[in-house]
Nanobody, 120 residues
């Protein structure tokens, strides 16, 4: 299971952090990451990290602003979002897929979504 938390409402230029806690199984051979879905849009990849190696991947529109990291001891992946923009407003989903984060393969496990709203 993947349990997402964090999110909320922030003004443009602000920061928010998301966390994804994995339980019930190990994800040693997986990448864990975040997708987002804005209203009326398709779900898109945001960032991913290899559970084992720590290698990362980012969507172009969040590079330099978002940072994904992992805490293996706590089975947790974090997404630090800085310099947020109104277009970052979406429901963010934690996800896990076998293999590396680049490219992020077909998702095997989804967490529940958490709302991020950035006001202008």
């Amino acid at each position: 299971q993947l349990q997402a938390s964090g999110g909320g409402l922030v003004q443009a230029g602000g920061s928010l952090g998301l966390s994804c806690v994995a339980s019930g199984r190990t994800f040693d051979r997986h990448a864990v990451g975040w997708f987002r879905q804005a209203q009326g849009s398709e779900r898109e990849f945001v960032a991913g990290i290899s559970w084992t190696s720590g290698s990362t991947a980012y969507a172009d529109n969040v590079k330099g602003r978002f940072t994904i990291s992992r805490d293996n001891a706590k089975n947790t992946v974090h997404l630090q979002m800085n310099s947020l923009m109104p277009e970052d407003t979406a429901v963010y989903f934690c996800a896990a897929a076998w293999g590396s984060p680049c490219p992020f393969h077909e998702v095997e496990y989804w967490g529940q979504g958490t709302q991020v709203t950035v006001s202008s």
